[in-house]
């Protein structure tokens, strides 16, 4: 069974636990994925171990060492008196951007695949569900890229 734990104003990222991957593994995919989405700016405060701790209800442990990896790689950054704060990135590449997808793709693939379904008819499926989300045109979402498809 999974456990979904919404964004807060705590936490402004959404984190999906799921059997089998490791809670801090989860953590710091959902915080670099909200990074390079957007969702944590330059500048935004991030939650503190024991704010993560609490409302994930995660080992203290683990938030400690999450937000360690983060600021070892360079995301995050401590400045004294105000805390831990995501760190000025560089732009995201296309690449990087879509390979944070690569679990959920991955996931579809073998879920089509076990289905019959083909290639062509996910692709069709996948362009279907981009336009229609298109339209909706959800507020506050950056400009879509058109639904060009580079490959």
Sequence with gaps: MCT??????????????RAGISLFEQVVYASKKAMVAGQLRPGDTFPSVRTLSKEL???????AKIVAHLVNEGLLETRPGVGTVVAALPDSTRKERTQ????????????????????????????????????????????????????
């Excluded at 209800?57 to 938030?63: C, H, R």
Aim: hydrophobic share 35%; charged share 35%; aromatic share 4%.
């Design 4 to 17: 979904m734990r919404n964004s807060t104003r705590v936490i402004p990222f959404r984190v999906q636990f």
């Design 57 to 63: 209800k995660i080992n203290p442990n683990t938030a």
């Design 100 to 151: 944070l997808l690569g679990q959920e793709i991955e996931e579809i693939v073998v879920e089509a695949k076990r289905l019959g379904i083909g290639l062509d008819e996910m692709l069709d499926s996948i362009t279907d569900h981009w336009k229609r989300l298109t339209r909706e045109d959800m507020a506050g979402n950056k400009p879509n890229d058109g639904g060009r498809r580079e490959r």
